[in-house]
């Protein structure tokens, strides 16, 4: 069982940053592709980027990608991602999920059914 819990939301002006933090719980982190969604008002959960289990890999949705940076630490049990030039479109809820299957794998998901954890999301908002 993985118990994950993200921080680092908040309210930004356009153009700022922001770095969100995922903690896991349990062994299963170091040995799993994680991955951050996000979820604007009135609109279904999409891919933002996902991450390999040694950081090998990385995946990023078009509309993020140059802005933010997915990364892990292994040894601390969390994922990041630092978001750069935010914009008011990336308001939205974020989480962070972690697959249960296919361990030591070398792919990066991207869809919401290739994961089995899910964090309780935290809140970005950018203001224009």
């Known amino acids: 069982q993985v118990q994950l819990v993200e921080s680092g939301g908040g309210l930004v002006q356009a153009g700022g940053s922001l770095r969100l933090s995922c903690a896991a719980s349990?062994?299963?982190?170091?040995?799993?592709?994680m991955g951050w969604f996000r979820q604007a008002p009135g609109k279904e959960r999409e891919f933002v980027a996902g991450?390999?289990?040694?950081?090998?890999?990385?995946s990023y949705t078009d509309s993020v990608k140059g802005r933010f940076t997915i990364s892990r630490d292994n040894a601390k049990n969390t994922v990041y991602l630092q978001m750069n030039s935010l914009k008011p479109e990336d308001t939205a809820v974020y989480y962070c999920?972690?697959?249960?299957?296919?361990?030591?794998?070398?792919?990066?998901?991207?869809?919401?059914?290739?994961?089995?954890?899910w964090g309780q999301g935290t809140q970005v908002t950018v203001s224009s």
């Open positions: 999920a972690a697959r249960g299957r296919s361990l030591f794998g070398s792919y990066v998901y991207e869809k919401e059914n290739d994961y089995d954890y």
């Open positions: 349990g062994r299963l982190f170091s040995s799993t592709a």
């Open positions: 991450i390999s289990w040694s950081g090998g890999r990385i």
